[in-house]
């Protein structure tokens, strides 16, 4: 597989593992979501431990107001943290 290919599936099983461990294997709710932001994201989202900022990101992702973060609403997160990540380090050159 190229980069990106594996870079895709390391999503889908990120997100997968995440998701499975309660209710719907397809979403993540606040708790899936907060687990996921803390041990996948750490240092980078300051804010995964603020459970006020983690509502707020959760209610901003749950663009179908489903109280769920489905896949495409989490791939909006990564794509959004990523555009970020590449305008920083632009920036620093």
């Known amino acids: 597989m190229s980069d ?3 870079a895709m599936a390391l ?5 997968t593992k995440y998701a499975s461990k309660e ?3 397809h979403t993540l709710n606040k708790e899936e979501l907060k687990e996921l932001l803390q041990n996948e ?3 980078l989202l300051c804010k ?5 900022a983690v509502d707020r990101i959760f209610n901003d992702l749950d663009t179908n107001k489903s109280n769920s973060v489905d896949f495409s ?3 909006n997160l990564i794509s959004c943290l990523t555009q970020m990540c590449h ?5 620093k050159q």
Do not use: R
């Open 87 to 91: 305008e920083h380090f632009i920036g």
């Open 11 to 15: 999503l889908i099983t990120t997100f």
């Open 4 to 6: 990106i290919q594996k």
């Open 73 to 75: 609403e989490f791939v």
């Open 48 to 52: 995964a431990n603020d459970q006020a």
């Open 23 to 25: 209710g719907d294997k």
């Open 41 to 43: 994201f750490g240092d």
